[in-house]
Structures are given as structure tokens and as C-alpha cells.
């Protein structure tokens, strides 16, 4: 599994828990963080940006790599907004991937990617998946909402006001 950061750590976790089969070990959990977001000086809410920013990446020379070739790997966020993280997670985990099968002599082994979103948003999206996660029923989501701001409790600094808040709106 591959979280992406920050939203996806949270998410990835509770799933790992769900996924485990008895008397198995646990699935391990990656971590990249990608940041698309930025905020826009003094306003508290931030805007999607334009640019996808690399602030953690798997190092191809790892062990955290190897553990990818010929796995089913699925890939973990919060939420699908723009596509535009998502696409690029994709596309570069699988140039990833292929470099490093080709470093080990494994360029045999298949891998496949799956996604998970807590939350798609039903809009146009900016990035584009590949027809084999989008064709093939590889990308999942819990649930399909509208195009509004989503605030998670993992994300809030005060959770008591963070659930007044919630309650508010329903």
C-alpha cells in the first residue's frame, strides 16, 4: 500500500486494519507526500495550486521499491478533487517501478495499481489515470460528493470544535 501525504496516512491505516487477513502479517504501508494545495497568503483556506510538489518520495534504490515489483499496489487518499496528485502518483510510481525492474533483472513480474479515495468529487477533473486503473475497475471510491471543501478530523488543531462545527452544518 502507498499513502500519499498528508491526507493519505490516516485513510491507509484504517484500511491496512480491514484488509489483514488472520494469521497473515501486516500489509506494509509506503509513504509519498505530494502537496497540490497551497495557501494563498493570509485566508486560512487553501486553493488548489497548480503544480504537483514532491515532499517525500520512495528512494528507487531501496528496499521500499523492490517490495513494489509484482505486488498488487494499491494507492491511498483522501480525496480525488483535481485528479491532477493522483495522475501523477500513477504515473510516476509506474516509471518508478520500471526502472527499478529493469535495476534488478525482475522486468518479468507485473505490477498493478489500484487506487482508493475516501472521496470523489464530482467535477472535471484536470489530471487523467490510465485506462487500466480507470477501465478495469481499479479505482475506488467510498463515496462520490459534490464539489464542496471536505474537513477531516485528522486535519483539525481543535477536534471539539471541529465536531460543533460538523454538527452545525447537518
Known amino acids: 500500500m502507498v499513502a500519499i501525504g498528508g491526507g ?11 484488509l489483514k487477513k488472520p494469521g497473515s ?15 494563498l497568503g493570509t ?4 486553493e ?13 534504490s531501496s528496499l521500499e521499491m523492490a517490495n513494489l515489483i509484482g505486488k498488487n499496489v ?12 493522483l495522475e501523477y502518483a500513477v504515473r510516476e510510481l509506474q516509471k518508478d517501478v520500471e526502472e527499478a525492474k529493469k535495476k534488478l533483472g525482475r522486468e518479468n513480474e507485473k505490477t498493478t495499481f ?3 479515495v475516501l472521496h470523489n468529487k464530482d467535477k472535471t477533473k484536470k489530471g487523467e489515470l490510465p485506462k487500466e486503473i480507470i477501465g478495469e475497475g481499479k479505482y475506488l471510491a467510498a463515496e462520490t ?22 454538527h452545525a452544518q447537518q
Open 25 to 39: 502479517p501486516n500489509i506494509p504501508i509506503q509513504a509519498i507526500g505530494l502537496s497540490l494545495y497551497e495557501s
Open 48 to 60: 488548489p495550486g497548480t503544480k504537483v510538489t514532491r515532499t517525500q518520495w520512495l528512494d528507487l
Open 145 to 166: 460528493v459534490g464539489n464542496v471543501w471536505i474537513c477531516y478530523p485528522w486535519e483539525a488543531a481543535d477536534i471539539d470544535e471541529h465536531d460543533r462545527l460538523s
Open 74 to 85: 494499491l494507492i491511498v487518499d483522501e480525496v480525488d478533487d483535481t485528479r491532477t496528485t
Open 114 to 116: 489500484t487506487i482508493f
Open 8 to 18: 493519505g496516512y490516516v485513510p491507509a491505516r484504517i484500511l491496512r486494519s480491514f
Open 43 to 46: 485566508d486560512p483556506i487553501e
